[in-house]
């Protein structure tokens, strides 16, 4: 079955630290993405990637990065925290084209003092 | 770009009775348009999908119609059960093949 786990499931870290979230999927998908879901505001793509060492900017990349050195792991990256991006993170995975399902882990909820 | 819109933010309805949600979107190259379902504290999971060469899709108690003319597509849900109740997101692609998607409905289902 379908797996995609993240890392934490609660965070916790003060402004300014430089946060780390990581994914890691089981799958050999080649495309993987981060969102963070705030409420009424749905998900909202951060970076997504569509092979190792490969990234692309999604809708809110501002403040993030992102890594990903092996296909089953990608990292997100947080370089100063600030209490705006207090938020539940989301990791999928996805194989072939973009009319496939896209597999999430249960998320991260990260909160920044 | 690509907008989706889905309302109502809130549907509470009866077991047993049927729940309809509804999504309207801005790109009419969009061709593909996916329902997700997100239950208390997991992520979400695909529970049915349209593409744009059909007018509808059943999947047993559920069904998702399509109209490209008017740049909607809804969700419908029959004989619900107390394991329906959860966050349900629609979606619709962007220029870059990415989804786009809607802010979400929680559907309560009350005994």
């Known amino acids: 079955d379908v797996k995609v786990t993240q890392s934490s499931r609660y965070l916790v870290k003060r402004t300014g630290e430089k946060v780390f979230l990581e994914c890691v999927q089981d799958?050999?998908?080649?495309?993987m993405f981060w969102y963070r879901q705030d409420p009424g505001l749905g998900l909202r793509l951060i970076y997504f990637?569509?092979?190792?060492?490969?990234?692309e900017k999604g809708d809110i990349p501002e403040g993030y990065s992102v890594s990903r050195e092996k296909k089953e792991r990608f990292s997100l990256i947080l370089e100063s925290a600030s209490t705006n991006q207090t938020s539940m993170y989301l990791c999928?995975?996805?194989?072939?084209?973009?009319?496939?399902?896209?597999?999430f882990g249960d998320g991260t909820r990260l909160s920044i003092l | 770009g690509e907008n989706v819109e889905q309302h109502p933010s809130t549907l509470s309805v009866q077991e047993g009775d049927s729940a309809v949600i509804k999504c309207t979107y801005s790109?009419?190259?969009?061709?593909?348009f996916p329902w997700y379902k997100q239950e208390l504290g997991k992520g979400p999971q695909l529970i049915i999908d349209i593409r744009s060469n059909v007018g509808e899709k059943k999947d047993q108690r559920i069904a998702v119609t399509l109209n490209k003319t008017a740049k909607h597509f809804s969700l419908h849900i029959t004989e619900t059960q107390p394991e329906d109740s959860a966050v349900y997101f629609c979606?619709?692609?962007?220029?870059?093949?990415?989804?786009?998607w809607g802010a979400g409905t929680k559907l309560i289902i009350k005994p």
């Open positions: 979606a619709g692609h962007d220029s870059n093949y990415q989804l786009i």
């Open positions: 790109d009419s190259a969009s061709n593909y």
């Open positions: 990637s569509y092979d190792v060492k490969m990234k």
């Open positions: 799958m050999d998908h080649e495309n």
């Open positions: 999928a995975s996805r194989s072939g084209g973009s009319n496939q399902p896209q597999h």
